[in-house]
T-cell receptor
Framework: NAGVMQNPRHLVRRRGQEARLRCSPMKGHSHVYWYRQLPEEGLKFMVY????????ESGMPKERFSAEFPKEGPSILRIQQVVRGDSAAYFC??????????????FGPGTRLTVL | GDSVTQMEGPVTLSEEAFLTINCTYTATGYPSLFWYVQYPGEGLQLLLK?????DKGSNKGFEATYRKETTSFHLEKGSVQVSDSAVYFC?????????????FGKGTLLTVNP
């Protein structure tokens, strides 16, 4: 059973461009979570999605950031008009059920975004 | 809000040395506590967890005890190996409706030399 896949692993963008980060959850997992790790910080929750639904986006910046998890295909985290402060590692996790106390979240290797 | 503070790294040890990585937390309610490990080039993996006070989580020779009175969850291992070199993250999740939101510490890089 393949783990959580994220691509690209490294992404370089210039200020003002768009960044698209992809996450394929583990097989059979219908819950996806995105976390961001800024330099010298811990991972911070951004958004929780189920297939075709955003359940909790309380950790997402209000502007320029969006996420989706379509019926078919990977989950996408999209950042429009990137700025230098968006440079970070973005981690995706998935679980078969919601609630990390009762069910482990499995993490991908992350996408390192660098904005020039 | 909830927060996790863990020992600043990097930590460098010789093989077979004793390891402690300190972790303290601030949370409302009754959180569950976790240690995750990230090996180079890989995603975070759950190492161990404890869901209530005085619980001890253990795995692969690592242990941590949930101490409510000191709000701590220190990670220990009696004899580290080179293969334990990784980044270790302490985390919590609060009970209640948002019990999927992990709150992480900044991570501690451990390097074990032969």
């Amino acid at each position: 059973n393949a783990g959580v896949m994220q691509n690209p692993r490294h992404l370089v963008r210039r200020r003002g461009q768009e960044a698209r980060l992809r996450c394929s959850p583990m097989k059979g997992h219908s819950h996806v979570y995105w976390y961001r790790q800024l330099p010298e910080e811990g991972l911070k929750f951004m958004v929780y999605l189920q297939k075709e639904n955003i359940i909790d986006e309380s950790g997402m910046p209000k502007e320029r950031f969006s996420a989706e998890f379509p019926k078919e295909g990977p989950s996408i985290l999209r950042i429009q008009q990137v700025v230098r402060g968006d440079s970070a590692a973005y981690f995706c996790a998935s679980s078969p059920l919601a609630g990390v106390v009762t069910d482990t979240q499995y993490f991908g290797p992350g996408t390192r975004l660098t904005v020039l | 809000g909830d927060s996790v503070t863990q020992m600043e790294g990097p930590v460098t040890l010789s093989e077979e040395a004793f390891l402690t990585i300190n972790c303290t937390y601030t949370a409302t309610g009754y959180p569950s506590l976790f240690w995750y490990v990230q090996y180079p080039g890989e995603g975070l993996q759950l190492l161990l967890k404890a869901t209530k006070a005085d619980d001890k989580g253990s795995n692969k020779g690592f242990e941590a005890t949930y101490r409510k009175e000191t709000t701590s969850f220190h990670l220990e291992k009696g004899s580290v190996q080179v293969s334990d070199s990784a980044v270790y993250f302490c985390a919590l999740v609060n009970s209640g409706g948002s019990n999927y939101k992990l709150t992480f510490g900044k991570g501690t890089l451990l390097t074990v030399n032969p």
